[in-house]
């Protein structure tokens, strides 16, 4: 009987270093890249996580702060958009940051979360009227620059 509670009591503890060691690999193959400092709204500041997922999809996650309401900008637009541009120069619309459903807080919060098979080298987000742009104008408001991943 003491053998069987020592077998499930050390079979628990190597579940639970296993665990452990399976959250610190995935969280490993990260890449955090900070957004440049914006000429269009200077107090934006955010970065970009990227990691993989079990299809080994590329995982992008967005976290803003300090971001204005996108109805004050000079000239006055709807949406903020995120773009990628992919290792093979293909830029692609990711979609939009809403700031009239939420996303947007007093705080001037904002996150955004999306997948994709193609390799970001760059992430950036623009101003826009339409969420459905397959090129961005000229507004950039974020940018992370170049990296590699």
């Known amino acids: 009987m003491k053998t069987m509670k020592l077998n499930t009591l050390l079979n628990k503890i190597f579940l639970g270093v296993f665990v ?3 959250l610190f ?3 490993a193959s990260a890449k955090k890249v900070k957004f440049l ?3 269009a709204v200077p107090a934006a500041r955010g970065h970009v996580i990227i990691n993989h997922d ?3 999809n590329y995982v992008i996650s967005i976290h803003l702060f300090n971001l204005a309401e996108v109805e004050r900008l000079e000239p006055t637009k709807r ?6 541009v ?8 990711m979609g939009k940051i809403d700031s009239s459903t939420g996303f947007l807080s007093k705080k001037l919060k904002a996150s955004f979360k999306t997948a994709t098979s193609s390799k970001p080298s760059n992430i950036y987000i623009t101003a826009e009227d339409d969420p459905d742009r397959q090129y961005p104008e000229t507004q950039m408001i974020l940018s992370t620059g170049n990296f590699n991943m």
């Open 86 to 93: 992919t290792d093979e120069e293909t830029t692609m619309n």
């Open 79 to 84: 949406y903020y958009i995120v773009w990628m």
């Open 54 to 56: 079990k299809n080994r």
């Open 25 to 27: 690999a995935v969280d």
């Open 37 to 39: 400092t914006s000429t």
């Open 20 to 22: 452990l060691h399976m």
